[in-house]
């Protein structure tokens, strides 16, 4: 059974950091590219970040670029996505998600694998 667990979520004041790893288990993801998504309340899930396989490829939405990083340690089968000068706009439930090739997805159709999510708040 693939699992895909994040972590790291929480309440953080506008200006702060978070970070967040997601573990995958039961399937090894070394060959293909993770991504990162986000819903806020109301709103669809939306595309935030990607890496592919080996790391030499990285893509950002347009409003997290220069702010959060997409990073992977395949040894440990873990994505992180560190997310630097958070902003109250950035609340909203983060998913990892995971593809099945190994190049650089931003659709969720392109994801089949995901996790349950953890929430980030931001407050001013």
């Known amino acids: 059974q693939v699992q895909l667990v994040e972590s790291g979520g929480g309440v953080v004041q506008a200006g702060g950091s978070l970070r967040l790893p997601c573990a995958a288990s039961g399937r090894t993801f070394s060959g293909s590219a993770m991504g990162w998504f986000r819903q806020a309340p109301g709103k669809e899930r939306d595309f935030v970040a990607a890496i592919n396989w080996s790391s030499s490829s990285t893509f950002y939405a347009d409003s997290v670029k220069g702010r959060f990083t997409i990073s992977r340690d395949n040894a440990k089968n873990t994505v992180y996505l560190q997310m630097n000068s958070l902003k109250p706009e950035d609340t909203a439930v983060y998913y990892c998600?995971?593809?099945?090739?190994?190049?650089?997805?931003?659709?969720?159709?392109?994801?089949?694998?995901w996790g349950q999510g953890t929430q980030v708040t931001v407050f001013s």
């Open positions: 998600a995971g593809a099945r090739r190994g190049s650089v997805r931003t659709t969720i159709d392109e994801f089949p694998y």
